[in-house]
């Protein structure tokens, strides 16, 4: 019962590196989800994705890009790593049964650190 | 737009005190209401929810009722101990929508 794999969990970057968070999930959801946390604020929305080949902004997807090639794959990148992306990312995924939205599922979280 | 408002924390209650997190919202549409639960260093995980106005989510002796008249939906539970320290989310779905809004979060310690 993996559900949703983030790597890596903890990571250190140098302004201006790039890097991929990755993201799976085996429970064949067609919804998926990247989250960033900042302490105090909850969770913001980067980008989310309905499906295989469709992919979406949220509330704050300044600084990233996705893809979604494969229905169990949601990577996030960072191609110029700022301050500003030292957060907490937490990737999601969810299903539709019907047309209600099952419950979210999360990943344990990826720390970046952006120094 | 949607939003949701937490009380605000940090919260500390000693083991077996009564709990109450508020939490109320706004929204366009019709939504369903979420607590979710981040124990330490562990990702989110799904407490409870409710779907529909009057109705009343539970777990783990935690409870919250959708109230749609006062646009709340807050979070309940009797006798508290001390695992249920953790950061608890408040969050809502609008019906058809593919994204969850969330609260703040309000962090919880309880002390032996």
């Known amino acids: 019962n993996a559900g949703v794999t983030q790597t890596p969990k903890f990571r250190i970057l140098k302004i201006g590196q790039s890097m991929t968070l990755q993201c799976a999930q085996d429970m064949n959801h067609n919804y998926m989800y990247w989250y960033r946390q900042d302490p105090g604020m909850g969770l913001k929305l980067i980008y989310y994705?309905?499906?295989?080949?469709?992919?979406d902004k949220g509330e704050v997807p300044n600084g990233y890009n996705v893809s979604r090639s494969t229905t169990e794959d949601f990577p996030l990148r960072l191609e110029l790593a700022a301050p500003s992306q030292t957060s907490v990312y937490f990737c999601a995924s969810s299903s539709t049964q019907g047309r209600q939205n099952t419950e979210a599922f999360f990943g344990q979280g990826t720390r970046l650190t952006v120094v | 737009g949607d939003s949701v408002t937490q009380m605000e924390g940090p919260v500390t209650l000693s083991e077996e005190a009564f709990l109450t997190i508020n939490c109320t919202y706004t929204a366009t549409g019709y939504p369903s209401l979420f607590w979710y639960v981040q124990y330490p260093g562990e990702g989110l995980q799904l407490l409870l929810k409710a779907t529909k106005a009057d109705d009343k989510g539970s777990n783990k002796g935690f409870e919250a009722t959708y109230r749609k008249e006062t646009t709340s939906f807050h979070l309940e539970k009797g006798s508290v101990q001390v695992s249920d320290s953790a950061v608890y989310f408040c969050a809502l779905r609008v019906r058809g929508a593919q994204k969850l809004v969330f609260g703040q979060g309000t962090r919880l310690t309880i002390n032996p």
């Open positions: 994705s309905v499906g295989a080949g469709i992919t």
